[in-house]
């Protein structure tokens, strides 16, 4: 079990999103503001994949809470004058397609969910900040991100759930968090309109 955790964090690490050039913009108030709102709108999209994703690893409380989240972000990007959660870019495109597709089986459905939620307290605690310190002029309603920035209780479920599947199901949920955690990197990219950072 001790190596299903070594494994889990040496794929967080490779793709922390706080490395990413897009948050790192975000954080130090150099990311364009219409930038801030491209992702608000593409996102949006992906957010709304996370509650299904939960009820096919088996807690249909988180996934209900989940989809009252979604809610949440929908306040956030109307508040910044963005009014349609649509996809449109590639990558972005490519993360809901994956998440939706892993959302099949209760393995890649934990591992997937993992590559985002053991990142999000930190990534949100990163854009709440910003949002406050650089973009106060745009008056975002930020309740999505203040709710998530203690939020590491998801990631524990997920993880003591991942340690009850069998080796084969174990090695499925690793490479569904990999393959989420490049995904979620690259939709970072194609918003930015930075192909330099598109990994593959």
């Known amino acids: 079990m001790e ?11 490779k793709w922390n999103l706080l490395n990413h050039p897009f948050y790192k ?11 801030l709102k491209t992702y608000a709108g593409e996102y949006g999209t992906y957010i709304n994949c996370i509650a299904d994703q939960w009820r096919t690893a088996g807690n249909e409380a988180i996934a209900a809470e989940e989809q009252m989240h979604f809610g949440l972000w929908q306040d ?11 996809s449109t870019v590639p990558e972005v495109k490519h993360l809901v397609d994956l998440s939706k597709h892993y959302s099949n089986t209760k393995a890649t459905s934990l591992g997937a969910l993992y590559a985002f939620e053991a990142q999000q307290p930190h990534t949100t605690t990163s854009k709440l900040e910003g949002l406050r310190k650089y973009y106060s002029n745009l008056s975002a309603d930020d309740k999505y991100f203040v709710i998530h920035v203690d939020d590491v209780q998801e990631a524990e479920i997920l993880f003591d759930k991942m340690q009850q ?10 490479e569904a ?3 989420a955690c490049q ?17 593959n």
């Not at 190596?3 to 690490?13: A, E, G, S, V």
């Not at 954080?27 to 503001?33: D, F």
């Not at 599947?165 to 690793?174: C, F, G, I, P, Y």
């Open 3 to 13: 190596n299903l955790q070594l494994q889990l964090n040496d794929i967080i690490n």
């Open 25 to 35: 913009a975000w954080s130090e108030g150099t990311l364009p503001a219409e930038k």
């Open 76 to 86: 956030f990007a109307k508040s910044i004058g963005v009014n349609s959660i649509d």
């Open 165 to 174: 599947l069998s080796t084969a199901e174990r090695h499925q949920a690793v």
């Open 177 to 179: 968090c990999e393959n």
């Open 183 to 199: 995904a979620l990197w690259n939709a970072l990219s194609g918003i930015m309109g930075d192909a330099d950072c598109v990994m």
